[in-house]
């Protein structure tokens, strides 16, 4: 509303002023301008300004007005004409302008306007101005009807003003004239955007009204543009006539908008573009063709670029062509054209070469497109202009030839100000430097690169972005224009030959400031992706080599170029990634040298060593999204790089990736130092965010860098520093590896590339198997400290992913095994191994042992064994079989279900086989498939476990050894209750059984050795011992000591195992036949019959020891042995021949064998008192279990007899000092007893004869001069009966000596005794032998063996009911054919004789002679029933058989003998058979042993065995001949005994003292009483009635023939000497008063005796008609007066014994006065007279 009410205001006031200023002069103008006012009243107020426009072109006169007053002034007048004039032309034109511009003027009327303008175009500057204002709206806002002649007036107007002098007027002409131009030119473009609508919304065969509009249109476009074309040429214009004069600059600036603004609008009217082809392109043609002017130059250049740009299509194709070759000959400087025409061609070409799409488009219109036939060669010209432009750079930016550039570095300007293309206001051209040129060039060519970059990488912009990669590399195509490729693809092969040497000279042979060095690097980088990503790898190789040679450090630090170079390239590389192959290792070279260069200078720089570090972070990261092939590239060129920087052989794989650096470069990677591709493997396989993963996918790529690491950690060549860094990088790679195993899907997320193949390959186990492979390369190849990193890497995967190893558990244990083999040796470095080895192991059996598959287990098994066989590290061979435990305890956990059954060949093909068959065996272990939890696989892991046992049980190591038979058995004592039968047999016989005949060889082999080998020893301790001082224990000793105690402990284990195996045994009986003989080597030694010596060297006190101990534990598991049952009999015999041979071998030393034989290394004694206990107690419960199973026979006794002899008597046990026993004997005694009763139980007479010989085995020893400590008494006269005596003359050793009991004792220990006999004689000089059998002990042990005889009898005369029949006469034989009861009673007689352990003075074992009295008496006449029941009876009654009798006769005479040395007498061997009364008895003279004192048990003994034997004799009438010898030795001893205190001489001898006095006193008594009771009839008649209350039985008369003779005459000795000492003492003197009472009992006696009839007559016969008895003169008998008749008559009487004393009794009376004595005497004498005179 506003500018409605404004223009109508405006028009108003200035028509009113018009009309005022034109009153006078001009009425018409006032007319006019009236009428005008009149139509502006006629339009309402309140119209829109559209509505006021509109109205006012409704009127033809609205500008009436305006022309009038401009054409009222006087041509070529100026604004300095009269003050009206101008005022009125300044009112019209500015009214006019108001109406142009407000569309209000009609068509009609523009013509008019315009004639109008031209018109005032000679006037003032003002309206000049005025006029210029106007023509440009009345174009563009009246584009209908400024057409045609209209518009030639407009453009006259401008070209008119342009000419003007007034500079202002003159530009802002040539401004409008431009705008009036293109708005020429824009109407057909509107033109043809409204066609195109029309015609989309027209009816059809609707005719389109704007046609004719449109149609002049294009014809005043064409005639414009041809009359420009006209101009520019200085030809004749057809529409502007009277533009001439014109600038020629002008001209073409206006050709310039034209195609700059319009070039489509021209291009698509053929005539326009006719117009252009034969008007304007031959002028260009023809201007470069000469030498032109600077301006026009410039201005036909710009024509020239717009020619190319915007119509090189057809129909200006040919022509475009044209200028393209024109400016290739410029930019080359051909000779003739200026210098500034090739600048300004060369800021051409970089025009074109910076427009986007339009190098391409002209390479592909001319040099991409084929000719026709017969055409003579291709197009080059886009090419051509490259390489012109190229060769302009290199010209124009060469170095001084000192090298030296020219003046200031290239830059984009050069100091120039400005393009000199854009120097149209010039006329001259200015001064340009030739590095302008060349700034100018490369400029071109960076845009040609960016234009090859934005055509062939469409993504990229300017600069390579670090997050993009080339999505999809080509592959490899032919390169040139014939090759199946795009235009980018040919131009690119057909100009890099162009620019690349140019891009050569830029980067090293001219200097360039920073953003032309920033352009041209980008350029370079654009190249080589553009090559790269084109598959033109020979240029891309090219240009990068280029780059890197820039990058790489000259001798001086490196700077900031360099780095940047750097970075390109790996920009570069990193876009390229998936298609740089083997060109990685250019770039990677040139990384490591530059950054071993940035950390070479002092200080480094740390910003620049953060970026180079940053660009292989991003390449590793970049790696991720490629794939595994660039991840395979990659690392073939750090493997390239690494090789050669290592002096390694290059793999043949890598050779493609293989780049060497220059001679300094490579000396300095020579250097001890890190490598730089080292570094990055490693970062790039540890990288979290996916390299690693595929590195780990793609198993070749793998492969490279693990070969490659371990190429650098294994060869002899590569420095020290560089093989510890692989050794340290291959580790880092592989626990990378396992990481991304372990984490699976996690490690490739977001659809990596790698993730299906990581899978697949963690799926089947390849992939941990390929991860851990390299460690174990590494462990057989590497050095100690390589080693030392592989197992230290191990350790750390294990800990950190032991889950995720899997099925690669074989390579983690060939990498623990390795450290057993390869390079490393001995000494600390390999013990170091060891433990690191051993710490993974440690770590697998605490956490991954249900890891592992059932081989693995195997495996682990087999490592657990090696490491406790190993020898550098004694604590991890301890701690290895601790594992082994570990493993025991988890297989029992795991064990399968199900029995199984035996193998009985298992037994046999180790038996049968030996070692061999054991290897075989395990060997079969080894290969047997394994399958998951199946019973088979339990039992066959068990069994090698076992078996690595006990291989470590064979270890040269005590320690070792020990501990792994600790182990083992321990193991099978906590688990082999659930073993099967089958893992029963094989832990028996391939296991315990192999390992404990290992043991004993091994030990037989030590202790037979005179000196250690040098392996059994610890050369450690001996020279740590040697430097300290300090003595150590003999090694060999020492050696022969763990020896003992492994084998003791091996079997032991065995005894133990054997308790929790047997049920499970196949072959039982032979397996504890094994057993037992293997325990009883250890005992004996050896079982073999060979050497004594060297058995005895094999047995040591502990090795017996434990063998004792094994039998007994054997023992409690022996089956019990009942009858019938075969396999506890069979168990107890293997057992019984077992100890059995222990026993013999241990006993039974030959007399003559070395005296050491029982001392081992130590000097201690192997057997001693408490070993032989130990193995007699085996024995005896070994014998019990034998007899409850019958088995005890008699060879099983005599053998159990003969061990006990030889145990008892082993000469050499080690003895007691002096003599004393100790403990140890008394308890060996007590077992030899209870082994002799065990074998009474089965066989008594045998039990009876060993105790016999017990008995009297001191004896023998005495007599045989073989106790050491008897003091003064040697040999048979000198060694008294008790050890501690040895003052008696040899009287007493004769007793002993004599006897049949004491030789056969003699006999039965003849071997021992003739051993002790030796070791005296070869030791005695020595300090004494201690080992031979102590006397003192030995009567320990025959008072014990005399009560263990006497409880024998004992029980034999308890058991009289039980024995009675069949069984108890198969008893009898034996006691008397043998002699044993014989021996019996002899023993027990010499125990009453000497009693041991008591002095010579005492008065006899009271044991024995109680023993003896309870005993023999009554088993004597059980013996004489048996007989008499077993054969026909002999004399009177019934009696034994012919056989016997002398059994019997013997028996007696060892009665009668014990008898007489009880009693303190012995027979006189050189007395005559017929007795020195000449009664043809036979009796034996006996001698009163010197030194004996009695006591009162022998008295009571003599009762006892007195009365038994006169009950014996009681019913025989005749006497028995078996008794003879006895019942004559019987009398002898009563009359000795009488005669004990009758004789003065023996009296003074013996009786030094009142109790030796008192005894014999009792001892005669007690002889008179029974030689008296043999006589008496009264005394037998009253003794039977109160015996049993029967009538009286008489003696048998032949007792009493017996006894009366003895008895006259020891009477007549007592009564004839008391006569004599009285005589010769005198009356008055005193007798001796057991002398005293003597005389009384025997005169009392005398006086009471009734003799039986006829006892002793026929030895009173015989003493009157012999001259023997010179006593009897004094006997009435012996009288004359008497005779015959009255003899026999006297002696038959009952006081025949008075009449034989008669004599003495008278003399007795002439000498003693003593009244009791007289009245007895007188007694006897009246019995004697009343017998006479009766």
């Not at 065995?1505 to 010898?1525: G, T």
């Amino acid at each position: 509303m506003a500018s409605t009410v404004n223009l109508r205001s405006f028009l108003q006031t200035e028509l009113q002023t018009l009309s005022t200023e034109a009153r006078r002069k001009h009425p018409e103008v006032k007319e006019a301008a009236e009428r005008v006012i009149v139509v502006l009243r006629g339009i309402p107020s309140s119209s829109s300004a559209a509505d006021v426009s509109a109205a006012l072109r409704q009127s033809d006169e609205i500008v009436r007005p305006f022309v009038l007053a401009c054409q009222s002034i006087p041509p070529n007048t100026n604004s300095s004409g009269s003050s009206g004039s101008a005022k009125m032309a300044s009112i019209a034109m500015q009214s006019l302008q108001q109406l142009v511009a407000a569309r209000a003027v009609a068509g009609r009327s523009i013509g008019e306007v315009l004639r109008t303008l031209r018109g005032a175009s000679g006037m003032g500057v003002e309206v000049q101005v005025k006029v210029l204002q106007m023509v440009l709206p009345l174009v563009t806002l009246y584009a209908e009807s400024v057409v045609g002649e209209e518009l030639v007036l407009a453009l006259h107007v401008c070209l008119a003003l342009q000419r003007s002098r007034d500079a202002v007027v003159a530009n802002t002409a040539a401004a409008i004239l431009r705008q009036a131009v293109e708005e020429v030119f824009e109407r057909v473009a509107r033109d043809a955007r409204q066609e195109a609508e029309a015609e989309a919304e027209a009816e059809a065969g609707e005719e389109d009204e704007g046609a004719g509009v449109r149609r002049q249109h294009e014809r005043d476009a064409q005639f414009v543009l041809q009359d420009l074309c006209l101009l520019a040429a200085d030809g004749e214009p057809v529409l502007l006539q009277h533009a001439r004069p014109v600038d020629k600059r002008l001209v073409l600036e206006l050709l310039e908008a034209v195609l700059i603004n319009h070039s489509a609008v021209v291009s698509n009217h053929p005539a326009q573009a006719l117009v252009l082809r034969e008007r304007l392109a031959p002028f260009l043609v023809g201007f470069f063709a000469d030498t032109p002017a600077f301006p026009l130059a410039v201005r036909c250049m710009r024509l020239l670029f717009l020619f190319v740009r915007h119509l090189h299509q057809a129909p200006m194709a040919a022509e475009c062509e044209v200028f393209l070759g024109i400016l290739a000959r410029l930019v080359a400087g051909d000779s003739g054209v200026p210098a500034f025409c090739q600048v300004l061609a060369v800021e051409c070409v970089r025009r074109i070469a910076e427009t986007k799409g339009l190098l391409l488009a002209l390479f592909a219109q001319y040099d991409g497109e084929e000719e026709g036939e017969g055409a003579e060669g291709d197009c080059h010209v886009v090419c051509d202009l490259v390489a012109a432009t190229a060769r302009a750079f290199v010209e124009h930016g060469a170095p001084a030839p000192g090298g030296e550039a020219r003046g200031a570095p290239v830059s984009e300007t050069c100091g120039v100000r400005a393009p000199l293309s854009s120097l149209l206001d010039k006329p001259e051209a200015p001064a340009v430097p030739a590095a302008y040129i060349a700034g100018q060039a490369l400029q071109a060519l960076a845009a040609l690169a960016d234009a090859l970059a934005q055509s062939v990488l469409p993504r990229r912009t300017r600069h390579i972005d670090a997050e993009e990669v080339l999505a999809d590399p080509p592959g490899a195509q032919a390169q040139g224009k014939d090759g199946d490729g795009s235009a980018d693809r040919v131009l690119a092969a057909q100009t890099w030959p162009a620019l690349l040497p140019a891009l050569d000279h830029a980067t090293g042979a001219v200097a360039l400031d920073d953003r032309l060095f920033a352009r041209m690097l980008d350029a370079a980088g654009k190249l080589v992706c553009v090559w790269g990503a084109l598959g033109m790898q020979g240029p891309r190789d090219a240009l990068l080599e280029l780059m890197c040679a820039a990058a790489r450090p000259p001798e001086a630090p490196v700077g900031v170029r360099q780095v940047q170079w750097l970075r390109e390239a790996v920009r570069c590389a990193k876009y390229l990634a998936a298609a740089m192959g083997g060109a990685w290792g250019r770039v990677l070279g040139t990384a490591q040298a530059v950054e071993e260069a940035l950390q070479q200078q002092q200080p480094p720089p740390q910003q620049a060593l953060d970026a180079v570090r940053l660009d292989g972070q991003s390449v590793r990261a970049l790696v991720r999204r490629v794939g595994p092939e660039a991840c395979l590239w990659l690392v073939r060129g750090l493997v390239a790089l690494g090789c050669a920087a290592a002096g390694v052989p290059v793999p043949g794989d890598c050779l493609a990736a293989a780049w060497r650096q220059p001679g300094p470069a490579a000396a300095a990677a020579a250097g001890d130092r890190p490598l730089f591709s080292t570094a990055e493997l490693r970062l790039l396989a540890v990288a979290a965010d996916g390299p690693g993963a595929l590195l780990v996918a793609d198993a070749e790529a793998w492969r490279l860098v693990t070969q490659h690491l371990l190429a650098l950690a294994t060869h002899a060549a590569v420095p020290p520093a560089a093989r510890t860094q692989a050794c340290a990088a291959l580790s880092d790679v592989v626990l990378a590896g396992m990481d991304h195993v372990g984490r699976g899907d996690a490690a490739c997320p977001d659809g990596s590339p790698a993730a299906e193949p990581l899978r697949r390959l963690v799926e089947s186990g390849a992939a941990q198997r390929s991860m851990l492979a390299p460690l174990a390369l590494l462990m057989r190849g590497g050095g100690l400290e390589a080693r030392r990193v592989a197992l230290d890497t191990l350790h750390r995967v294990l800990q950190a992913a032991g889950h995720s190893v899997r099925q690669a558990w074989d390579v983690a244990f060939d990498i623990v095994q390795a450290v057993f083999g390869g390079a490393g040796g001995g000494g600390a470095g390999s013990a170091a191994l060891v433990r690191a080895a051993f710490a993974c192991v440690q770590l697998v059996c605490s956490d991954h042992l249900a890891d592992l598959p059932p081989g693995c287990l195997r495996r682990c098994i087999h490592v657990i064994a090696a490491f406790g066989a190993q020898r550098e590290d004694l604590n991890v061979a301890l701690t290895a079989v601790g594992q082994a435990w570990a493993l025991c305890d988890f297989f029992h956990a795991r064990r399968a279900a199900g029995a199984g059954a035996a193998d009985a060949a298992l037994a046999s093909a180790l038996l049968d086989g030996g070692a061999a068959g054991e290897a075989a065996l395990v060997g079969r272990w080894q290969a047997e498939a394994l399958e998951p939890g199946s019973r088979r696989t339990h039992e066959v892991l068990w069994a090698l476990l076992l078996h690595a046992l006990a291989a470590l049980g064979r270890d040269r190591r005590h320690e070792v050894r020990l501990s792994a038979i600790q182990t083992l058995f321990r193991a099978l004592d906590a688990h082999g209750g659930s073993f099967t039968p089958w893992l029963c047999d094989a832990a028996l016989w391939a296991v315990i059984l192999p390992l404990a005949q290992h043991s004993l060889d091994s030990r037989a082999h030590v202790l037979l050795r005179t000196e250690l080998a040098a392996e059994d020893t610890d050369a450690g301790m001996q020279r740590v011992a040697e430097r300290s001082g300090v003595c150590l224990e003999d090694p060999l000793r020492l050696a022969q000591r763990q020896w003992d105690e492994g084998v003791a402990t091996a079997l032991l284990g065995m005894a133990g195992a054997w308790a929790a195996l047997e049920r499970g045994v196949g072959c039982r009986q032979r397996a504890w036949r094994a057993v037992w003989a293997l325990v009883a080597r250890l005992a004996a030694g050896s079982l073999d019959d060979g050497d004594v010596e060297q058995r005895a060297r094999l047995r040591t006190r502990a090795g017996v020891a434990a063998a004792l101990e094994c039998m007994g534990v054997l023992l409690g598991r022996t089956p019990a042995a009942t009858p019938g049952e075969g396999e506890g009999e069979a168990a107890a015999a293997t057992a019984w021949q077992a100890w059995l041979r222990v026993c013999q071998a241990l006993v039974d030393v030959p007399a003559a064998a070395a005296a050491g034989l029982n001392l081992d290394a130590d000097g201690s004694a192997v057997v001693r008192q408490e070993t032989l206990c130990a193995l007699l107690a085996l024995g005896n419960g070994l014998a019990a279990a034998l007899r409850s199973a019958g088995l005890l026979a008699h060879a099983e006794c005599c053998a159990l007899l003969g061990v006990a002899r030889g145990m008892l008597v082993f000469a050499d046990a080690p003895g007691r000092r002096d003599g004393v026993a100790g403990e140890e004997t008394a308890q060996l005694q007590r077992l030899a007893l209870a082994s002799v009763a065990l074998v009474g139980r089965v066989e008594r007479a045998l039990a009876l004869g060993e105790l016999a010989l017990l008995a009297a085995l001191p004896y023998a020893v005495a007599s045989g001069g073989l106790d050491g400590a008897g003091g003064d008494g040697a040999g048979v006269d000198g060694a008294g009966a008790d050890g501690a005596g040895g003052d008696g003359a040899g009287a007493d050793g004769a007793v002993a000596a004599g006897q049949a009991v004491v030789v056969r004792a003699r006999e039965a220990f003849a071997r021992q005794l003739a051993r002790a006999a030796f070791l005296r004689d070869a030791l005695g000089s020595a300090g004494g032998h201690r080992g031979a059998p102590g006397l003192q002990a030995l009567q320990a042990l025959g008072v014990a063996a005399v009560g263990a005889l006497g409880r024998a009898l004992a029980v034999a005369e308890e058991d009289e009911d039980e024995d009675e029949g069949e069984e108890g006469r198969a008893l009898v034989r034996p006691l008397l054919a043998g002699g044993v009861w014989r021996d019996a009673v002899a023993a027990m007689g010499l125990h009453m004789v000497r009693p041991l352990g008591s002095s010579a003075s005492g008065g006899g074992d009271a044991r024995a002679a109680e023993w003896f009295v309870r005993a023999v008496p009554a088993a004597m006449l059980r013996l004489r029933a048996e007989c008499s029941a077993d054969g026909a009876g002999g004399g009177a009654g019934p009696g034994p058989g012919t056989d016997t009798v002398p059994a019997l006769a013997e028996a007696w005479a060892a009665v009668g003998t014990a008898v007489a040395h009880a009693l303190g007498m012995a027979p006189d061997d050189n007395a005559g058979g017929g007795g020195g009364d000449g009664d043809g008895s036979g009796l034996q003279r006996l001698h009163v042993i010197a030194g004996f004192a009695g006591g009162d048990r022998q008295i009571h003994m003599l009762d006892a065995v007195v009365a038994a034997s006169l009950a014996y004799v009681r019913s025989q009438a005749e006497q028995p001949a078996e008794i003879a010898e006895y019942w004559a030795l019987l009398v002898a001893v009563l009359e000795r005994g009488a005669q004990t205190l009758a004789e003065q001489q023996q009296q003074q001898q013996a009786l030094s003292d009142g109790k030796a006095e008192a005894w014999q006193r009792r001892l005669a008594l007690a002889s008179f009483r029974w030689l008296f009771h043999m006589c008496d009839a009264e005394q037998q008649r009253q003794q039977q009635q109160e015996a049993d209350g029967e009538s009286p039985v008489l003696l048998p008369l032949w007792v009493g023939r017996a006894a009366a003779p003895r008895l006259v005459e020891r009477c007549r000795g007592v009564v004839a000497g008391f006569a004599e000492d009285r005589r010769l003492a005198g009356w008055r003197a005193p007798m001796p008063e057991g002398r005293g009472q003597l005389l009384r009992y025997v005169l009392a006696a005398v006086a009471r005796l009734e003799c039986r009839a006829g006892a002793l007559a026929p030895a009173e016969a015989e003493d009157a008609d012999g001259d023997g008895n010179d006593d009897a003169g004094g006997s009435p008998l012996s009288q004359p007066s008497g005779g015959p008749a009255f003899r026999a008559h006297v002696l038959a009487g009952q006081s025949a014994v008075i009449f034989a004393l008669y004599g003495c009794l008278v003399d007795l009376l002439a000498v003693e006065h003593a009244a009791d004595v007289v009245r007895s005497v007188q007694l006897c004498l009246k019995r004697v007279e009343r017998e006479i005179l009766g």
